[in-house]
C-alpha cells in the first residue's frame, strides 16, 4: 500500500530509480539514458478502459518514437497476465502491443511513483502518467481516475511541447499544436519591455505576451540573433 506521508516524486526533479521485469525483459531507469520516456501506469490487466487505453498508446507510439520517446506500461498484475492481454488485444483487436509492460507485483515501482491512490483503491494503481526526458528528469505528471480513460493526442502534444520548449527557449500556448506560434519569454527589465513591443516580426498583446512563429524563432537562433 502507498503510504500517505510517502515523498511523491515532483516535476523537475530526477525520476526514481527502478529495476523491473516486464514483458520485454527486465529493464532499469539507466537503460532509457539519452531517450524521452513516458512510464503509464493502469488499474489492471483485462479491463476495458485499460484496453481502450493500451490500443490508443499503441496508435501513437510510432510517433513518440520519432520524437525519441519510448513508452512503458505499468500496473500490479504479474508477466504472465500482461502476456495473455497483449495476446488477446492482438488477436481480438487486431493490435499489437509492442512496448513493455512493467510487472509490478511487490509494487516497488508503484509506491516509488506515487501511482496508488488509497482513497481510490487499495489493490490498483491509478492511470497515472510521467513524461521523463532524455537526461532522466520528471518533466510532467498527469494523473486520471480510474474510470475515465485518457487522451492520447494530449499525451503526445505534450512530448512535443516539452521538446520545443527545451530547443528553442520559448513556451508554449494554451492548446499551442506544431506549427502555431509559441510564446517569447517576457523581458525582465522596463528598457526590455520597450525594445520587445519595438521588435518586428512577432504578435505581442503586450509587453509580457508576445508571439511569433516557431520558424521565425529558429532562424534567428540559426543567425545568433535575439528572439
Known sequence: MCHENATLPRIGEPAPDFDAVTTHGRLKLEDYKGRWFILFSHPADFTPVCTTEFIGFSEIYPELRKLNCDLLGLSIDSVFSHIAWVRNIQEKMGVRIEFPIIADLDRKVAEAYGMIMPGESQTETSRCVFVVDDKSVIRAIIYYPLSTGRNMQEILRLVRALQTTDQHKVTTPA????????????????????????????????????RKPLAAVASAAAKGGCH
Open 175 to 210: 492548446n499551442w499544436q506544431p506549427g502555431d506560434e509559441v510564446i517569447l519569454p517576457a523581458p525582465n527589465t522596463d528598457e526590455g519591455a520597450d525594445k520587445r513591443l519595438a521588435a518586428e516580426g512577432q504578435y505581442c498583446t503586450d509587453w509580457y505576451l508576445c
